[in-house]
């Protein structure tokens, strides 16, 4: 089974693939996508594969355990940036550096997949739902509903399209702030605040916390991150916060606040120099014991984190606004 937790800038809502399987062979990955696939989704899982040999993971994922995917773990406009690679006068390093191929700092916008027991836009699941399977169920909390009927009224309402063209065919179901059941795996939403006005959802399934969108953490919320075995959470810049995202001085400060085991940071900009501020971050278990770093498009991370299985592809969305 597979689960994706991405941004579609519409927020937190999730959209379940049923247990279809298409076959293609990834230098015999086991990992089945349709040959005409979309592209992102089939590179990142290339990227992943690659990333095998240098995890930090004890031994290969056996059949029975759990996987976590970063599919992206950049901010929306992705990196590098169109307008640092065609600036002459201002050579952005991260940007730069990104265009290597296989080089950290290339980011797609955030996105985590959940692979157990066993795309950045709702408008890219077309091919899904023309070729594979009929419809893919979304679950997004009811004001996001209302803006998606606006932005994409022909998702919700698919009476409105023009005959012969083909658009993806979605079932949206409300979600609210308490825990819910997708595929079987249970989530537990986690309010917090991105930005003064905008209360967005991160989730916690298992021991595992994903919040990738958050400029403030209300107190309500911290009781459902104890005991949080692996951390995944917004980091945006390295020197501070914005008015909708925590900078990485913030983030670490709730890292020692929330205490997990693990964290690994995701939705980083253009000034977040992979390796630099890794090196950094390292200096940090030895001095205060934090295990923290950042992630990168492809990680692959073994989930010996518990995730409930409470026993198909899965995908979900959190985020804030749509891009």
């Known amino acids: 089974m597979v689960q994706f937790l991405g941004t579609v800038r519409v927020t937190p809502s999730l959209a379940s693939f049923a247990p279809y399987r298409r076959q293609i062979n990834l230098n015999h990955s086991p990992f089945s996508l349709s040959r005409n696939g979309f592209s992102p989704f089939k590179r990142i899982l290339q ?7 240098s995890r930090n993971a004890d031994a290969q994922l056996q059949a029975d355990q759990s996987e976590i995917i970063f599919m992206g773990t950049g901010t929306s406009e992705g990196i590098p940036r169109l307008s640092c690679l065609t600036n ?4 952005c390093p991260v940007c730069s550096k990104a265009v290597e191929p296989g080089n950290k700092n290339r980011r797609l916008n955030t996105g985590l997949l959940i692979r157990y027991g066993g795309p950045s836009g709702l408008d890219d699941l077309r091919d899904w739902t023309n070729n594979v399977q009929p419809h893919i169920p979304i679950y997004v909390a009811e004001r996001d509903f209302e803006v998606m009927k606006k932005t994409h009224y022909y998702l919700v309402d698919t009476s409105v399209v023009t005959p012969g063209a083909a658009v993806s065919e979605l079932q949206f179901n409300l979600i609210h702030e308490e825990p819910f059941v997708v595929d079987d795996l249970k989530f537990t939403p986690l309010p917090v605040w991105h930005g ?15 919040i990738s969108d958050v400029s403030e953490i209300p107190q309500e919320t911290y009781p459902l991150l104890k005991d949080c075995e692996l951390l995944i959470m917004d980091a945006l810049r390295p020197d501070r916060s914005s008015s909708t995202h925590f900078g990485l001085p913030r983030a670490l400060e709730e890292v020692r606040k929330i205490q997990p085991r693990r964290t690994l940071f995701t939705g980083m900009m253009h000034l977040m120099d992979h390796d630099n501020v890794n090196e950094y971050l390292t200096k940090l278990m030895e001095t205060e014991g934090l295990d923290v770093q950042l992630s990168y498009d492809g990680l692959c991370v073994p989930a010996f984190y518990s995730i409930k299985v409470e026993p198909q592809m899965s995908i979900g969305y959190s985020g804030a606004g749509l891009t």
Not at 47 to 53: E, F, G, K
């Open 196 to 210: 003064r006005d905008y209360r967005s959802l991160g989730f916690r399934f298992g021991n595992i916390c994903y």
């Open 88 to 91: 002459p006068s201002n050579k």
């Open 47 to 53: 990227a992943c594969l690659q990333s095998n040999a």
